[in-house]
């Protein structure tokens, strides 16, 4: 273990919160069977846990794997924080270094803050001007955490008003059984429906008496009352 892996480690400890630690346990479901089953936390704050990650910068990828392997969430969670930082530093090979390494451990991105916090970061903005053929093939993995990561990288794409991915991808992912993929979907799409609203009701007319009512729920989060107890109250 490198000098600066175990600094990192030690930093991160030494800033446990055992109260907090319960209380997170709880709250990302790592109970028996849950999808959270097993995951071990510390109990730091997002804000700490950014500023400490941003000291490790210079981390290299071989110890950035290790943490990925870790069971403790905040390891997990700080070593994406810190590769988000080097993908955003760095020249486009290295970015691409970044991207490949990111796919190849994309199943220790594994509960749905450590997708939100780095997908965006490090796949959206890869794949911005890209090819997104490796989007699709996620979004129809049998891998919970890389159907995700699949429609949360679009939220870089919104950002940028390029929305048709965010809504493929939804149609494909909108049979999805899972509660956390319909929040994703969700709330992607009320993210393009800001960029433009008319895309987004066209969707919704479209697809809303079949979408899964956490999907429709999220999607129309910031319509009037009116037209969400329209879309809520549609009947075939």
Aim: aromatic share 10%; net charge positive.
């Amino acid at each position: 273990m490198s000098i600066l892996l175990s600094s990192f480690i030690k930093e991160l400890k030494d800033n446990g919160n055992p109260a907090k630690a319960h209380i997170l346990a709880g709250f990302f479901k790592t109970g028996k069977g849950q999808y959270g089953e097993g995951d071990i936390f510390l109990g730091i704050n997002v804000p700490l846990q950014r500023q400490i990650a941003k000291e490790y910068t210079g981390m290299t990828m071989s110890d950035i794997a290790t943490l990925l392997k870790s069971k403790i969430h905040e390891h997990r969670a700080g070593s994406l924080f810190i590769l988000c930082y080097q993908f955003k530093k760095a020249d486009k090979k290295t970015k691409e270094k970044i991207f490949k390494f990111y796919l190849r451990n994309s199943k220790r991105v594994n509960n749905w803050d450590l997708v939100d916090l780095s997908a965006p970061n490090i796949v959206g903005e890869w794949l911005l001007e890209k090819n997104k053929d490796i989007l699709y093939s996620l979004a129809r993995s049998k891998d919970l955490w890389q159907r995700r990561i699949a429609i949360v990288s679009t939220l870089t794409f919104i950002r940028a008003k390029k929305l048709e991915d965010t809504f493929k991808l939804s149609e494909i992912l909108m049979d999805d059984k899972h509660d956390l993929i319909h929040k994703a979907v969700g709330w992607m799409l009320r993210e393009a429906g800001k960029r433009d609203e008319i895309v987004l009701r066209k969707f919704l007319n479209k697809h809303s008496l079949k979408m899964p009512r956490t999907m429709l729920r999220y999607s129309i989060e910031k319509f009037n009352q009116i037209d969400r107890k329209y879309y809520l109250c549609r009947k075939p």
